[in-house]
């Protein structure tokens, strides 16, 4: 099988054009973004089971959490702490109190282990009531490996959008705040990709390869060490989680061909939903977690097909007469849009839509550009994409009400990679500054508003890291990995 890696920014220009926003040019190779040498780095726990459940970390009445707290200089010496929950600072200043790898290595949870500094393993997956989450989770290699980060959303905490309830710790409002990495993967060659939130937006699903091969692994907002969900040889990727919080569709090589996959995040326990000798790939959701979209290749051509769960009936939706690609239900279930590429063979895909039974095709993006990336807005008023329609790659909206377009952002820089915040009015999207990548917000409307430089929209990170492919909504992230696979 042939495998890419995942090639993560670096500050050359040229490289960060060749590597990520030439993506879709072509059409992509049959594989995975998976990377050539995966690392072998083994997590702390890859029995899934609860490395500590008797301690999990929790409030009591007077809003007490349970830390362990490394002493700088002693960090052989951990002890265990309750501390106010007003102490734990996420934001990471922690000026008299304490935080996440704050002193010598602080975490949540009881010390765990004679001179543990490695976090708590999260606690058995309980999904909780749906709620829109005011953070997102994105790509970062600030710790040398890339890892995947929550960021919570400045806008969203001061238009009154409620923090999901996390049973340790609670974010500090503000852009940049309750910057946490969830995924927490170490070792040579080590990469999290591809960030799925839960409904109730306090744990993510992502694939990672620090088991010698793509596994699914479950991380927690509140930054306790991730849950392995799948054991397989083969790769198992682009993970998504059911809307009804009780299973994540992903596809696996197990079997020699690509194949859906659903895993209980309960007992874990892995079923097969398709198989055979073609692929099939990149699983979506229905909003009532009875269907699922995917793709196949079963015809010859790329396809896509709609899984009915009760009974396991698959319908072709496609017409035969493009390959089509990473299809997306609308949020309340009528539309699908996806990609499609002519069958001439053009390098170009263009962002299309159909009615849920594969009817009304129509294409929305200019087809002299080539588009990938698509999201939905949470009204449904309006699906986001990122296209080289004038050159340098940039961030559309097309309005289904008015069959408008607006080009988000200018061509002064490479942007990509859109999602949306829970009003559906503001769009997440990474743009490159200074040779180096960065996530921006910026109102999606008016729809003929003129396109916006990086420099007039609102920053949210900042560092010298390579920052990139946020996700919020929909909850699957394409960029990393969806988008590239054909």
């Not at 698509?374 to 309006?382: I, K, N, R, T």
Request: negative net charge; aromatic residues 6%.
């Amino acid at each position: 099988m042939h495998t890419k890696s995942f090639g993560f920014m670096t500050r050359a220009a040229v490289g960060l054009v060749a590597l990520f926003f030439a993506a879709g040019a072509a059409m992509p190779s049959s594989a995975p973004l998976l990377a050539d040498k995966p690392g072998t780095g083994t997590p702390a726990n890859t029995s899934g089971t609860p490395a500590n459940t008797s301690g999990t970390p929790g409030e009591t009445s007077d809003k007490k959490i349970t830390i362990c707290h490394i002493p700088p200089g002693n960090t052989g010496n951990p002890q265990t702490l309750s501390i106010s929950i007003n102490a734990w600072r996420t934001d990471g200043k922690g000026e008299g109190g304490h935080g996440p790898g704050l002193h010598g290595g602080d975490y949540l949870g009881p010390c765990v282990g004679a001179g543990a500094t490695a976090p708590a393993t999260m606690p058995a997956v309980s999904v909780g009531p749906s709620v829109c989450g005011n953070w997102v989770f994105y790509h970062s290699n600030r710790t040398g490996n890339v890892n995947i980060f929550r960021l919570e959303i400045a806008s969203l905490s001061s238009a009154g959008v409620a923090s999901p309830t996390l049973s340790a710790t609670e974010p500090t409002p503000g852009a940049g705040g309750g910057n946490i990495d969830i995924s927490q993967g170490k070792g040579a060659g080590v990469q999290d990709i591809s960030p799925a939130h839960a409904p109730d937006d306090v744990d993510a699903a992502f694939a990672t390869n620090r088991d010698g091969h793509w596994e699914i692994y479950i991380g927690s907002a509140a930054g306790f060490a991730p849950l392995r969900l799948t054991n397989s040889k083969g790769d198992n990727t682009s993970p998504m989680w059911s809307p009804e919080g009780k299973s994540i569709v992903y596809e696996s090589t197990r079997d020699g061909s690509k194949h859906i996959y659903l895993a209980d995040v309960t007992t874990h326990q892995e079923t097969a939903l398709t198989s055979g000798k073609a692929d099939d790939i990149n699983p979506y959701w229905s909003p009532d977690s009875k269907k699922i979209l995917f793709q196949s290749n079963r015809d010859g051509l790329w396809q896509i097909y709609e899984l009915t769960l009760d009974g396991m009936a698959t319908k072709a939706l496609s017409d035969k007469n493009s390959n089509d690609a990473n299809p997306q239900y609308s949020p309340d279930g009528s539309q699908i849009a996806f990609r499609s590429y002519p069958k001439s063979g053009s390098i170009n895909a263009v962002i299309s839509t159909m009615s849920v039974d594969g009817t009304n095709r129509q294409e929305i993006s200019d087809p002299k550009g080539n588009a990938l990336n698509l999201a939905w807005s949470p009204d449904m008023g309006l699906i986001a994409y990122q296209s080289n329609l004038t050159g340098a790659s940039a961030v559309y909206v097309y309005q289904i009400s008015s069959k408008q377009t607006r080009q988000v952002t200018d061509g002064s820089t490479q942007s990509s990679a859109p999602t949306w915040t829970c009003d559906s009015s503001t769009l997440i999207y990474t743009s490159v500054v200074n040779g180096n990548t960065q996530l921006f917000q910026t109102p999606a409307l008016p729809i003929d508003a003129k396109p916006v430089k990086a420099a007039d929209a609102s920053e949210l990170t900042g560092d010298n890291a390579t920052n990139q492919n946020p996700e919020n909504f929909p909850a699957v992230e394409d960029a990393s990995h969806r988008s590239r696979e054909q």
